[in-house]
């Protein structure tokens, strides 16, 4: 009777860490990889998420080309992304058979940004924007006064995000019509806060980051107005929505894979993200969309589509 209590006992412990462990590795993670745009929207939400919540949130922000690659091959449940997905990555995606669901989350517009102490560049056209940040610019296009020939004979700087980032990709189709093409002698940084310190160190820099980044970490810098052809405007919250700086402004999105939102903590967080989205974008620096749109959203991640 001894060795059969043993046994049992032993048979007890073995059952009971194998159930442990099945818990264990059925406890769905979030995996949430992609822009890093919304990185200060994305992390203050999934924080105050967590107050209330014991799910196990995993979020990386490398860049929007990044988080595509990571949906694509199975190894993201969310994706933000500062711009929408390309043919290519739609390809990836559907080779793999992999679906998602778009969700756009907030409006952004990229800003122009110098030193505060350039007093010269007052303004900016978009074709003296393309002078200034075209690849075939390079070694050609060096000095401020051959932008504009009232501007200062002084050296021209040039800082970017790398070609990872959505920003980069958007802003270059939109001034180059060169979709991811750098000039040769731009200063690269992975991040927008990089960016903005770096033009804030150097009164000739010039580059270009997300409003929200802007609004987030202001540096020793100011945004150009840019002159679409009626006017410079500002970028800020009313031109975004007036329209008036269009040419510059986009969509900011959460991609979801379609499988995850089969995992509850998936689309409990992507339905708590978008029924807070108005107040996320907000204190992100970005531009919320309509209440209605956030609702649209929430009911389709709780329908799956």
């Known amino acids: 009777m001894k060795i059969c209590s043993k046994y049992l006992r032993l048979a007890s412990a073995t059952l009971f860490f194998v159930f442990g462990l099945m818990s264990t590795l059925a ?44 949906l694509c091959r199975g190894a993201a449940d969310i994706v933000p992304a500062s711009n929408k997905i390309q043919a290519e990555q739609t390809k990836a995606c559907a080779d793999k058979k992999i679906s998602y669901i778009e ?22 056209t978009m074709a003296e924007l393309k002078s200034i940040f075209h690849p075939e610019s390079f070694g050609k296009i060096t000095r401020w006064n051959q932008v504009r020939i009232a501007y200062n004979d002084a050296p021209l700087k040039i800082v970017s995000p790398d070609t990872k980032s959505g920003t980069t990709m958007f802003f ?5 019509a060169m979709r ?18 770096a033009v804030s160190e150097d009164i000739n820099a010039i580059g270009f980051v997300s409003l929200g980044a802007l609004v987030e970490h202001k540096g020793n ?36 894979a379609q499988s995850a939102l089969a995992k509850p903590e998936v689309t409990a967080f992507a339905s708590y993200l978008f029924e807070n989205g108005d107040r996320y974008a ?18 389709r991640i709780k329908a799956g589509q």
């Open 27 to 70: 406890h769905a993670e979030v995996r949430i990889s992609g822009s890093d745009t919304e990185e200060n929207l994305i992390t203050t939400a999934i924080a105050q998420y967590q107050r209330g919540s014991k799910s196990d949130i995993k979020a990386e922000f490398k860049g929007t080309s990044v988080g595509f690659k990571d």
């Open 103 to 124: 969700l756009p989350i907030a409006y952004d517009a990229v800003a122009v940004i110098v030193n505060k102490s350039n007093n010269w560049s007052n303004d900016l």
């Open 221 to 256: 810098v100011r945004p150009v107005p840019v002159n679409f052809g009626k006017g410079a405007v500002i970028p800020d919250a009313s031109s975004v929505l007036s329209g008036a700086y269009e040419p510059l402004t986009r969509l900011l999105y959460v991609y979801i």
């Open 180 to 197: 991811g093409f750098l000039r040769g002698d731009s200063t690269i940084f992975s991040d927008h806060d990089k960016i903005i310190d």
């Open 172 to 176: 270059t189709e939109r001034v180059n």
């Open 282 to 299: 907000r204190f992100s620096g970005f531009v919320p969309l309509a209440a209605s749109s956030y609702i649209s959203n929430v009911r």
